[in-house]
């Protein structure tokens, strides 16, 4: 899938008024950006793959915002045969956790956990994953930001718990193999698009 047929099917499903489609162009922003400074260090990465499956990332939003909001997203694709497209739906959600952190994490059965893993080809968290994590990790509803902002605004928006401060350990550690990755603060790499805001 290209990335043109991405956005037209992010925007088949996306209702009128709504801000989290312009958030998933954003993120598609700063993967963009990433995975293309990744690749001319020979890491293989396929930009375009990334920047659809960051485009499409929160496309689970069309049926709930609710917490199984990126395994609506997979199913969705899925049925539209696009599941090669759907990584992200999943990983930018629970993020590197191992099953026994979910399992600790007391939040989800069992079968939905071998579900999760299941769906994934590979299995492994992959550097591609990086880059859609630490990008959904820079877009505060639709403005580009720092991390840390970001993960300020997330805690102050669903409390604080271990779940979100895990969340933010790990957008951390993401941000850092990438940095090691590129050679450079990858938080200097996406610093010109910091404040890039899109309207509802």
């Known amino acids: 899938m290209s990335p043109e047929q991405a956005r037209q099917i992010l925007d088949d499903h996306s209702p009128a008024g709504e801000a989290w489609p312009l958030h998933c162009l954003q ?12 690749s001319m260090k020979g890491t293989g990465l396929d930009s375009d793959d990334l920047e659809v499956q960051a485009i499409l990332h929160d496309i689970g939003r069309a049926k709930t915002h609710g917490v199984m909001h990126g395994w609506a997203g997979f199913t969705l694709l899925r049925d539209l045969g696009h599941e090669s497209s759907a990584r992200a739906c999943l990983t930018h959600w629970f993020k590197g956790r191992t099953k026994s952190e979910l399992r600790a994490s007391g939040r989800l059965k069992e079968s939905f956990i071998q579900n999760l893993f299941s769906a994934l080809s590979p ?23 720092s991390l840390s902002e970001r993960h300020a605004d997330l805690i102050e928006r669903y409390g604080d718990s271990p779940w979100m ?25 996406i610093a010109p698009l910091l404040g890039d805001t899109l309207h509802v």
């Open 27 to 38: 993120v598609a922003k700063v993967a963009r950006l990433v995975s293309d400074a990744l």
């Open 123 to 145: 299995p492994e968290w992959t550097l591609g994953d990086s880059v859609i994590s630490f990008a959904d990790s820079c877009v505060k509803h639709t403005t580009i930001v």
């Open 165 to 189: 401060r895990r969340a933010n350990e790990l957008a951390i550690q993401h941000g850092e193999e990438l940095s090691s990755t590129l050679g450079q603060p990858v938080e200097d790499l």
